[in-house]
T-cell receptor
Framework: GAVVSQHPSRVICKSGTSVKIECRSL??????MFWYRQFPKQSLMLMAT?????????EQGVEKDKFLINHASLTLSTLTVTSAHPEDSSFYIC?????????????FGEGSWLTVV | RKEVEQDPGPFNVPEGATVAFNCTYS??????FFWYRQDCRKEPKLLMS???SGNEDGRFTAQLNRASQYISLLIRDSKLSDSATYLC??????????FGRGTSLIVHP
């Protein structure tokens, strides 16, 4: 079945630095990918919708200059957390929607644990 | 009213029990429905799609009631390994997935 791969799975960075997370659809083309953040014991929060070849659509309250999203190809979207701070520490997950042949199933990457120290 | 509502639980049941979760939604234009399972500190994984006619996969049965705008998940003969958070997910015409906050299930010996 369709697979979405996310990398890195865990990253620790110093406050003030930037971190890039990659999300790849391995065996299907994804014109749209989604980025979520999840704090412990809370639900998934949609951060932005990443559209191939165009600007991402950010949810209200999500700073587009802090969370840079690039969807350069049909199989790759990246999320860059710029000038990270400890409060940005969270579980970040990407997802992509398979086509009609998959029943429009949403496939998730494995998630990336970001710890900012 | 939230777009998707789920009882967060936790549902605490003994092994072998039958447990059911409901998920209500407000957008009548929702087109596709899914149940996902999320284990602690892991990404959500597709459990099953939900069809209008209802569908079954082993111990799991999913149903959709469009008239009342809810989907349900029934788990029979609960196993310890069924302990997880169960998320209902809807896709509308825009294909942006909308998530419920999840229902926590704890199966104990």
């Amino acid at each position: 079945g369709a697979v979405v791969s996310q990398h890195p799975s865990r990253v620790i960075c110093k406050s003030g630095t930037s971190v890039k997370i990659e999300c790849r659809s391995l065996d299907f083309q994804a014109t749209t990918m989604f980025w979520y953040r999840q704090f412990p014991k809370q639900s998934l929060m949609l951060m932005a919708t990443s559209n191939e070849g165009s600007k991402a659509t950010y949810e209200q309250g999500v700073e587009k200059d802090k969370f840079l999203i690039n969807h350069a190809s049909l199989t790759l979207s990246t999320l860059t957390v710029t000038s990270a701070h400890p409060e940005d520490s969270s579980f970040y997950i990407c997802s992509a929607r398979g086509g009609a042949e998959s029943g429009n199933t949403i496939y998730f990457g494995e998630g990336s644990w970001l710890t900012v120290v | 009213r939230k777009e998707v509502e789920q009882d967060p639980g936790p549902f605490n049941v003994p092994e072998g029990a039958t447990v059911a979760f409901n998920c209500t939604y407000s957008n009548s234009a929702s087109q596709s429905f899914f149940w996902y399972r999320q284990d602690c500190r892991k990404e959500p994984k597709l459990l099953m799609s939900v069809y209008s006619s209802g569908n079954e996969d082993g111990r799991f049965t999913a149903q959709l009631n469009r008239a009342s705008q809810y989907i349900s998940l029934l788990i029979r003969d609960s196993k310890l390994s069924d302990s997880a958070t169960y998320l209902c997910v809807l896709l509308g015409g825009s294909y942006i997935p909308t998530f419920g906050r999840g229902t926590s299930l704890i199966v104990h010996p």
